[in-house]
């Protein structure tokens, strides 16, 4: 495991902060121990804290509307940046020219650049060569590893002994990362033993311990390597707990991830992120969303294991109402429902508890 942090990070996330095209910003923005960040760039929102931005939360986070004010402000105050983080997360996972440029720049700039998008920095001749001459370093994190070192489903998975909970979701970008990092800390603040299975480019520049990239794998390695990142967390801390970021949903026609998650991670019970302001499929007008208890019976159809609550993202809701919709979910489908970015994840934490006296 990496000593953290590795350096100082400017997140890049010029024209998408605060939309569900920055979430790899705002989960650096909100936690990472891989870095410290330093600020993010969009000029939309310069010369704002990031986390008022995004959560309402002061998190002496500025951002700025380019990259060499973000730079010179980090020179200024006597902790120079180190790396470059690309936290633009758009649909496809492309680089758009102007970030382009802008990597170019930060590379001339003595900037390392981390990028998590399936344009690849290092395969970019241009890049390469200039990140060569200034003895910089390159990491595409959606680089998927060398076919040698892939694992095949083998079904050792069933060794495990650890409680397995899948953060799943009704949709892509809709917050299952971040409700599985919070989910995590109440349970480590409870006191039992907890890991988080990372399966996307943002849990690994959060500092996930076990963490693989699953939107770059080649399929019939999928479900070994989800296997194996679970299995060797236990093997290797024996947890309580061992908490699986969920990935797309089962029913977005771009991003049908939960499929794998539910075949390889076995989870033994499902936690269910949802919108409930959201009306269609991210990304994709014209494709209605799914009902929450249509999506809960194609989880437990498929599974064979229970959803036992249910995580909201509050977008498009009036927060003054939050308390209201989550109370009329809970009614409506008997089970308990709370919003863990306001809130907390206790509720989250009370409905696994009978699950985790049976582990005992």
């Known amino acids: 495991m990496s000593s953290f942090p590795e350096g100082?990070?400017?997140?890049?996330?010029?024209?998408?902060?605060?939309?569900?095209?920055?979430?790899?910003?705002?989960?650096?923005?909100?936690?990472?121990?891989?870095?410290?960040?330093?600020?993010?760039?969009?000029?939309?929102?310069?010369?704002?804290?990031?986390?008022?931005?995004?959560?309402?939360?002061?998190?002496?986070?500025?951002?700025?509307?380019?990259?060499?004010?973000?730079?010179?402000?980090?020179?200024?105050?006597?902790?120079?940046?180190?790396?470059?983080?690309?936290?633009?997360?758009?649909?496809?996972?492309?680089?758009?020219?102007?970030a382009r440029s802008d990597v170019i720049r930060a590379i001339k700039l003595g900037l390392n650049v981390d990028c998590g998008l399936h344009d690849f920095l290092s395969e970019d001749a241009e890049i390469a060569e200039l990140a060569a001459q200034k003895s910089v370093a390159l990491r595409d994190i959606r680089k998927p590893p060398h076919r040698k070192d892939l694992h095949f489903f083998t079904g050792k998975i069933e060794e495990v002994t650890s409680l397995k909970v899948a953060v799943l979701g009704t949709d892509s970008a809709i917050g299952k990362r971040t409700t599985a990092w919070i989910l995590l800390d109440s349970l480590l603040q409870d006191g039992y033993r907890a890991e988080l299975i990372g399966t996307g480019q943002t849990a690994w520049m959060q500092g996930a311990n076990y963490s693989i990239i699953l939107d770059s794998l080649i399929n019939d390695f999928v479900a070994g390597e989800l296997e194996h990142a679970v299995w060797t967390a236990w093997k290797e801390t024996q947890p309580h707990v061992i908490v699986i970021e969920g990935q797309g949903s089962l029913m977005n026609p771009a991003y049908p991830g939960g499929f794998e998650i539910l075949a390889a991670g076995r989870p033994d019970v499902v936690v269910l992120q949802h919108a409930p302001g959201r009306k269609e499929y991210d990304g994709f007008p014209g494709y209605p969303l799914h009902p929450l208890e249509t999506q809960i019976k194609a989880i437990e159809l498929l599974s064979g294991k229970p959803v036992i609550a249910i995580a909201i993202n509050h977008e498009n809701l009036d927060k003054s109402k939050i308390t209201d919709v989550c109370r009329g979910i809970s009614k409506e489908i008997r089970l308990p429902t709370c919003d863990p970015l306001l809130s907390g994840a206790e509720p989250l934490v009370a409905a696994l508890r009978p699950y985790l006296d049976k582990k005992k």
């Open 8 to 98: 100082n990070c400017i997140v890049y996330c010029q024209g998408a902060f605060a939309t569900p095209n920055g979430k790899t910003a705002h989960g650096l923005v909100r936690r990472t121990l891989r870095y410290r960040v330093l600020s993010v760039v969009d000029s939309r929102y310069a010369g704002n804290d990031a986390g008022t931005v995004l959560d309402g939360k002061t998190r002496d986070i500025p951002i700025h509307g380019e990259l060499g004010l973000a730079v010179d402000e980090a020179l200024s105050k006597g902790n120079p940046a180190t790396h470059l983080v690309i936290g633009l997360a758009p649909d496809g996972g492309r680089l758009s020219a102007e």
